[in-house]
Structure formats: structure tokens, C-alpha cells
């Protein structure tokens, strides 16, 4: 039983390393491009 709680907690701790790794390290930026479109407005 024992077995079974340091495994996960050395599961618990390495997803935790590795999620603090990827939002350091990965690329998660939307790529910037710019949109234009013309709009039509009712004048009463």
C-alpha cells in the first residue's frame, strides 16, 4: 500500500515539474495578424 501512495505522489511531482516546465519554456502566443472590415451603419 505504501508502494502505491510514493508512486503517486512521485507521479503528482513530476506533472507538476513538467507542467511548470512547458509554461515557461513552451510557445503558447496566438500569431498576431490584423483584420479589417468595413461596416455599414444604418443613419435614420
Known amino acids: 500500500m505504501g508502494r ?7 507521479l503528482i511531482v513530476l506533472g507538476g515539474i513538467g507542467l511548470v516546465g512547458y509554461a ?9 495578424q490584423q483584420i479589417t472590415q468595413p461596416v ?3 443613419a435614420q
Open 40 to 42: 455599414t451603419l444604418d
Open 4 to 10: 502505491i501512495f510514493k508512486a503517486l505522489l512521485l
Open 24 to 32: 515557461y519554456l513552451g510557445d503558447m502566443s496566438a500569431p498576431v
